[in-house]
């Protein structure tokens, strides 16, 4: 490819708008760019880039016997009815109407639609396993697209399902898709990992998140680096608490004034006590009612093992106005003890003598408050966030670490939820009729790039990955217009293309530094300057983007190296 003919419109400047450093460098390098929130255009630099990818993942998708099909992104709200979404999904669903005034989504996602064409194709046993995937754009309305298309409204995703007709073959494919992931990332150049991952109200125990470690990364990850137990914070587990032997003698229940004293520190501090001393009372919200959960001060809750503890189907943290209209009392002082909600708490709060809560009273708070004596405990379970230092909750002697990091792609195990919501049935080898067991494994092909990105990059651009490169050598001829040099590069440009290597010639007139700083900002492994007095001697100049280096090399000959400088990027 020639860069005069080739459309990258690089800039100097980031787009105020970005706040990390792919969203900045894909914008500058002119990989993408936005036509509204959350929506990109995919320019050709970008588009090889994401080629690479989706080309690996497919090769990584058959490998395992997965079959590519191409599906509709427009769907009818029937079938979403009749999987009982179309109520439940909120509003990330893109709902539209026809010109009949005919319902339909743009599909986040194809459940649906995948188990639609099963439920009528597939009648027997001897069908399955079937695997199938596409490679396709999903459009979410996502409250806070940002990012770039690291979270963006429409994306790009690999969506693979899996249909069975019994748990094991379900669970031999999740084994193949972990391998498959496993590859798909490590072919891509990425420090990753693959944690335990909550699969919330759908999926049985089994799913597996695969994180890129990046301090930019929305979600956290938190692992035990003696047993290698690794989990989304959210799953983390946190081990049990034991009893104190020496327990303290229980005080008598009574009330303290705090004025003014709402939050564990202010109340810590004004009452002289330890955070770890005082109950936090957090109030939720689920789809029938309130909820209070409780946890140490010193410890945060953790909404999705509140969710899965109570067994509901949303859950958000209730606004002070609906603390306040439903307890009658201000926030910051409501309290277990005699609340009229049903309270959840975690493991460690039973274990607690002579605590610390609001009061259910403005400006008042209990103290000598003996958890298992004063508060009515709805359910206890592992509530609570948790943190760095924990003692892993696997092993003896291990303590859990928490990074950040970004979830590039998701693999669950569904069982038979849409298959028996939709009728997806089959003939086991008895004659007996039976609803398929089913998986599903998402990659984002988008935030795959971007993630690369975070991982790899300096203050001068990006720094590609060679198996997700867009080119994997820029030529950069110094000075286009003079003779000697211009045939130089024009005739490794073509030997290299020969050759079937990806090159990009910089055959623009621009100045050396222009070319120099825009094949920094593209990434491209390998650059090779062609500069006068060095090809006077003979010799172009190779440069390795990802470690600087540049060394001199004769160029009768320089094309031999090219393909171990390419392996050692
Ligand atoms: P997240 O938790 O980040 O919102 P999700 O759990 O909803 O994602 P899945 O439904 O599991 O995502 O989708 C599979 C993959 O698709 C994710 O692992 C991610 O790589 C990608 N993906 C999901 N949402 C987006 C988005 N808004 N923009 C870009 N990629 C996305
Ligand atoms: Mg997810």
Redesign the pocket.
């Known amino acids: 490819m020639r860069y005069s003919k080739f459309f990258i419109p690089t800039l100097k400047e980031s787009p105020a708008d970005a706040e990390v450093v792919s969203h900045q460098l894909m914008v500058r390098a002119g990989m993408i760019r936005k036509l509204a929130a959350g929506i990109y255009s995919i320019l050709p630099l970008g588009l090889r880039v994401l080629k690479k990818i989706e080309q690996i993942i497919r090769e990584e998708m058959d490998r395992i016997g997965g079959q590519e099909t191409f599906l509709p992104s427009i769907q009818p709200a029937e079938l979403w009815r009749e999987s009982g979404r179309w109520g439940f999904y909120g509003k990330e669903l893109l709902r539209i109407r026809d010109r009949h005034n005919r319902e339909f989504c743009y599909g986040p996602?194809h459940e649906e639609v995948i188990t639609d064409i099963v439920r009528k194709e597939v009648k027997s046993y001897r069908q399955l396993p079937l695997i199938l995937y596409q490679i396709q754009t999903k459009f979410?309305d996502?409250v806070r697209?940002r990012f770039g298309?690291?979270?963006?409204?429409e994306?790009t995703?690999k969506?693979a399902y899996s249909f069975h007709a019994d748990e094991q073959s379900t669970q031999d494919t999740y084994r193949d898709m972990m391998t498959a992931y496993s590859n798909v990332f490590k072919r891509c150049g990425l420090d990753f990992r693959s944690v335990e991952a909550d699969s919330g109200t759908i999926g049985g125990s089994f799913s597996h998140?695969f994180v890129v470690l990046a301090d930019s990364g929305?979600d956290a990850v938190g692992f035990c680096e003696s047993c290698g137990y690794a989990a989304n914070l959210e799953k983390t587990e946190t081990r049990a608490a034991e009893a104190v032997t020496d327990a303290e003698a229980p005080e008598a229940l009574r009330e303290v004034e705090t004025p003014g004293q709402k939050t564990v520190e202010e109340v810590a501090e004004f009452l002289k006590v330890s955070p770890g001393r005082i109950v936090k009372t957090v109030i939720f919200e689920t789809e029938a009612e309130l909820v209070a959960a409780l946890v140490r001060g010193d410890r945060e809750v953790n909404p999705v093992k509140l969710k899965n503890l109570i067994g509901c189907q949303t859950l958000v943290a209730a606004a002070p106005k609906v603390i306040e209209t439903h307890t009658r009392v201000p926030c910051g002082f409501v309290g277990p003890v005699g609340l009229n909600l049903k309270v959840y708490a975690d493991r460690e709060i039973p274990l607690m003598r002579n605590c610390v809560t609001g009061a259910n009273k403005k400006d008042t708070h209990h103290m000598g408050v003996q958890p298992d004596r004063d508060i009515t405990l709805e359910r206890v379970g592992d509530l609570r966030l948790a943190q760095e230092g924990d003692p892993c909750p696997k092993c003896a002697d291990g303590a859990i670490k928490i990074k950040r990091g970004i979830?590039?792609?998701?693999i669950f195990i569904l069982g038979d939820k849409y298959s028996v919501a939709l009728k997806a049935h089959f003939l086991d080898p008895q004659g007996k009729e039976r609803p398929m067991q089913m998986g599903c494994y998402?990659?984002?092909v988008?935030?795959?790039a971007a993630a690369a990105i975070e991982q790899n990059h300096d203050g001068k651009g990006i720094i590609w990955p060679r198996a997700i490169a867009p080119f994997q050598v820029i030529v950069i001829p110094v000075n286009f217009a003079v003779d000697a040099i211009r045939c130089a590069a024009e005739s490794l440009y073509q030997a290299l293309c020969e050759q079937d290597i990806d090159t990009l010639l910089d055959d623009r007139p621009d100045r050396a530094g222009v070319k120099f700083k825009d094949a920094d900002l593209i990434g491209i492994p390998l650059q090779i300057i062609i500069g006068g007095k060095n090809l006077e001697q003979g010799k172009v100049e190779i440069k390795i983007r990802k470690t600087n280096e540049a060394h001199l090399y004769d160029l009768p000959g320089v094309l031999e190296k090219i393909p171990g400088l390419l392996n050692a990027t």
């Open positions: 996602t979410r996502e697209p298309i690291m979270r963006g409204r994306f995703m969506d998140e929305e979830e590039v792609g998701h998402g990659i984002g988008g935030r795959t």
